[in-house]
């Protein structure tokens, strides 16, 4: 049934849960359901694994009343609604995104490649050393969107910047606040960019685009002298930081 998974039975799981907090006895459904702020029928409906508009509030209420880990929690939300739960708008929104030495070999190891970590605010918050030797501002220019819209030398390197590197960017700015309103830090640095003029032309345009998958966008850089470099994005998320992106280009060799 849509939503749940074809292996393990959310009831099994559900049943393991209540018999943990009183092994002699196990829990009722009926003091789940007390416990969780809900109906008899409507746990019931979870238990049976009908589909049902399972709320946050209500599978939150449920994984404190089973006393759920957070991988149980997961696990709980996984079956119900076939979706991971999101961490609420204000820690999502102040959690900084720290690179340990785990990631940082990551970056390494995409190497003759640049690589870094974007987060939700367009910071690079950790790079290899290729990132440093094809783009030496971000030793001094953590914002990648700063850097983009209000330093003069972004024009000369990014070929075609107005419709393959601003628009987009742009864009994909007004998509990662309407997923996430309370990010203050975004908003921030969206006013300091929209006082760019170009910048606030596109903004006010309300055109939301989106790169396509493996398009190839091209560079002018010093590293690479007398030519312009093609290079594709490859993007990720990191589930071990949330709102973290671990981005990748890759050179297109001439043809």
Not at 213 to 233: I, K
Request: charged fraction near 25%; aromatic fraction near 8%; hydrophobic fraction near 45%.
């Amino acid at each position: 049934m849509a939503g749940y998974s074809d292996g393990e039975p959310l009831s099994v799981l559900l049943h393991a849960w209540r018999e943990r907090l009183d092994p002699s006895l196990g829990m009722s459904q009926k003091e789940v359901a007390r416990r969780a702020g809900v109906s008899d029928r409507w746990y019931r409906e979870l238990v049976r694994g009908r589909v049902a508009n399972f709320s946050s509030e209500f599978l939150d209420r449920l994984a404190l009343a089973l006393q759920l880990s957070p991988g149980e929690r997961l696990v709980l939300y996984l079956h119900a609604t076939g979706r991971s739960p999101e961490l609420p708008t204000e820690m999502a929104s102040a959690e900084p995104v720290e690179v340990d030495s785990n990631i940082q070999r990551l970056l390494d190891s995409q190497f003759p490649h640049p690589a870094f970590v974007l987060d939700r605010a367009w910071n690079i918050v950790g790079c290899n050393d290729p990132l440093l030797e094809w783009f030496p501002w971000v030793a001094h220019e953590e914002n990648l969107a700063r850097w983009m819209f209000l330093y003069p030398d972004a024009r000369e390197e990014l070929a075609n910047w107005w419709d393959d590197w601003a628009r987009p960017l742009l864009s994909q700015i007004r998509i990662a606040l309407a997923r996430d309103p309370g990010c203050r830090l975004l908003w921030r640095i969206l006013q300091e960019i929209l006082d760019n003029g170009d910048a606030r032309a596109i903004w006010e345009t309300r055109e939301v685009m989106e790169l396509a998958d493996g398009a190839v966008r091209r560079l002018r850089l010093d590293h690479h002298p007398c030519q312009e470099v093609a290079v594709q994005t490859s993007e990720m998320m990191l589930t071990c930081r949330p709102g973290a992106r671990f981005l990748v280009l890759m050179h297109e060799p001439a043809a």
